[in-house]
Structures are given as structure tokens and as C-alpha cells.
């Protein structure tokens, strides 16, 4: 069973920039597809980013794409989201996914199968 726990939000000011920290344990890290979602109040979650381990092929959200930057490292089990230029817009909590399969979309919520709590980011305009 994959645990996964964020850190690194906070609130910022707009154009300011957040780095998102999850680590993960109890699986295989290096073969696991990592990604960003995010869900505003009133909103549905949406992709950020994603990591795919074959490859190191990587997926960004079009209304991030340019701002954000999804990285990797396997000694530490930590998927990193850097965030920048931030936007009121993007106030979400912002939650971590994985699944260890190697079919699925990006986007779709159902093809991960492990989550995490979530981190709170907060952009004041």
C-alpha cells in the first residue's frame, strides 16, 4: 500500500512561487506514475502535472504549462511540483496521485489508485 504525504503549501503573494513536496513509501517509487491534481472550492479536481516513469515523460495542464515544472527523485521518493508566477486562480488544495499500472490517462482520477491528503496554496492578489 502506497502512502503518500504533501507538504510545501502555504499562502504567496500573486506572482510569487510555491514548491510542493510528496513523498511517497510502502511501494515501488521508481516505477510508480506521479502527478499534481488540484481542486478549488466549488470546483471538480483537475491534472497540474504528471510523471510518467518510462521514460521520464512528463505532462502539464494547459493553463499551467510554463509555470510549472513536475520533477522527480528517486533516492528520496519525493515528486516535486515547482510553481511560478502564481495566479489568485490557482488557490486549491493541491493533492498527490499515483498508481503503479501502466495504463491510464493523465487526467482522469479514477486511474490512480493511491492519494494524498492534500496541501492548501493560497494566492492573494
Known amino acids: 500500500q502506497v502512502q503518500l504525504i504533501e507538504s510545501g503549501g502555504g499562502l504567496v503573494q500573486a506572482g510569487g512561487s510555491l514548491r510542493l513536496n510528496c513523498v511517497a513509501s510502502g511501494g515501488a517509487f521508481s516505477r510508480l506514475t506521479m502527478a499534481w491534481f488540484r481542486q478549488a472550492p466549488g470546483e471538480e479536481r483537475e491534472i497540474v502535472a504528471a510523471f510518467h516513469w518510462i521514460g521520464n515523460v512528463t505532462y502539464y495542464a494547459k493553463s499551467l504549462k510554463g509555470r510549472t515544472t513536475i520533477s522527480r527523485d528517486i533516492a528520496k521518493n519525493t515528486v516535486t511540483l515547482q510553481m511560478n508566477n502564481l495566479k489568485p486562480e490557482d488557490t486549491a488544495v493541491y493533492y498527490c496521485?499515483?498508481?503503479?499500472?501502466?495504463?491510464?490517462?493523465?487526467?482522469?482520477?479514477?486511474?490512480?489508485?493511491?492519494w494524498g491528503q492534500g496541501t492548501q496554496v493560497t494566492v492573494s492578489s
Open positions: 496521485a499515483a498508481r503503479s499500472t501502466l495504463m491510464g490517462t493523465y487526467s482522469r482520477l479514477s486511474d490512480y489508485d493511491y
